[in-house]
């Protein structure tokens, strides 16, 4: 009987309900390494898991039987129960609803995650809405202004 293989690779990127600074120094790190237990736990093989204060992309081996949609839910789920628990943030931490995912070719691994790697030193030069709409940009995606992340001035 034939096996069934596949190999698809998932950058994802989601950011902080109402864009705040909530993902500060004292554990991001440790946020970003609760994460990649999840994805694991899912069945997923997570390649980078990283970002800056008030987003996170992820890139990761899509498990065959698990959508992309059941995934994102259960990472943003349990990481935001997990800050919560941790009292790590003051209030109340949630994530926005939506997040977008990117198909990441064999080709363009590596250097997705240097850039994930890199979200700090990436942010001293950018803001997030601009490297969001130049992501959205680059993978050809069609947009309405109404439906993308929330995004504020600073």
Request: charged letters at 25%; proline letters at 1%.
């Amino acid at each position: 009987m034939a096996n069934t293989y596949s190999q698809v690779s998932i950058h994802a990127v989601f950011a902080v309900k109402g864009r705040q600074n909530l993902i500060g120094s004292h554990f991001r790190d440790e946020l970003h390494g609760y994460m990649h237990g999840i994805l694991k736990n899912i069945g997923s093989y997570p390649l980078a898991v990283g970002g800056w204060m008030d987003h996170v992309h992820v890139l990761y081996e899509l498990p065959m039987t698990v959508a992309i949609s059941d995934l994102m839910r259960i990472l943003k789920a349990n990481s935001s129960k997990w800050v919560n628990e941790s009292g790590y943030v003051k209030g109340h931490f949630q994530w926005q609803e939506g997040y977008s995912a990117f198909s990441c070719s064999r080709s363009h691994r590596d250097n997705t995650i240097k850039y994930i790697m890199r979200q700090e030193q990436h942010h001293a030069k950018r803001n997030f809405k601009e490297e969001y709409l130049e992501m959205l940009k680059t993978h050809e995606i069609l947009y309405e202004e109404k439906y993308l992340m929330e995004f504020y001035d600073r």
